[in-house]
């Protein structure tokens, strides 16, 4: 016991925060480091009559991104401390790592492996992260004015605007345009290519134009709206995995 206890110690430099809440207030600490997999692109491939192998065309999606952590759990009542864990780490939500506390990944679901009981109080056990295949900055999550986020030094991203006004209102972002009707306040999420107004309720039919072509390229952007009104942008920055 006391060697485990000395690896705890040792090994509490590394956590996980997981909606706003650590391993560290749980008690539990990570066995190994977490473990990256999927991500993959998947390409338009086509073969050929004749052809060795076959032609590989543009990629057209990617897979999530898993990441495994395997927590070690000593407590008095292990199996009870395990059932809290496992509501902790439930739903969606955004998965921090000590390591790059500037990074977050947006998690759609966990999945759990078996549990591997060693001692009457001490079992290890595996949660697997599913998340969107992005690295996301957590500064990338508040809002900017348009002038701050005019060059994206970071991979092509899907920004948030959140525009006040009243009427017909253009958005332009790079030669490309959205059009919607205002009233009062619209949020346009071009991650989930939806809009919607400060009260939740959907707004989809109140806006005309392509969500993809208001995504950030990497570099220089040029971002403009209708004189009368105002947009705050939540950019999204971020690394492609």
Not at 135 to 144: A, I, S, T
Not at 145 to 173: A, K, Q
Not at 224 to 241: A, E, H, L, R, S
């Amino acid at each position: 016991m006391r060697e485990l206890l000395e690896m705890i110690k040792n090994d509490s430099r590394f956590s996980v925060q997981y909606k706003n809440r650590t391993s560290d207030s749980f008690g539990i600490f990570l066995y190994d480091y977490p473990e990256f997999s999927g991500a993959e692109k998947n390409y338009d491939d086509q073969s050929v009559a004749g052809r060795l192998g076959t032609l590989v065309g543009k990629d057209i999606s990617k897979g999530n991104l898993e990441i495994t952590c395997t927590f070690s759990v000593l407590h008095p009542s292990f199996m009870a401390e395990i059932r809290e864990i496992k509501r902790w780490l439930s739903g969606t939500g955004e998965l921090i790592l000590s390591d790059s506390p500037e990074i977050y990944y947006a998690v759609q679901k966990v999945n759990y492996g078996s549990i591997e009981r060693e001692l009457r109080h001490y079992g290890r056990f595996a949660a697997t992260f599913v998340c969107t295949p992005f690295e996301y900055l957590v500064e990338g999550k508040r809002e900017y004015e348009i002038r701050e986020v005019l060059f994206n030094p970071y991979c092509v991203c899907h920004p948030i605007y959140r525009i006040t006004g009243e009427g017909s209102c253009s958005l332009h972002v790079n030669g490309n345009t959205m059009s919607a009707n205002i009233g009062q306040n619209l949020t346009i999420d071009t991650e989930r290519m939806i809009a919607y107004r400060s009260n939740g309720e959907l707004q989809n039919t109140s806006v005309t134009g392509d969500y993809e072509n208001m995504y950030f390229k990497e570099g220089e952007n040029e971002i403009t709206i209708t004189d009368g009104f105002d947009v705050k942008i939540v950019p999204n920055w971020g690394y492609d995995v």
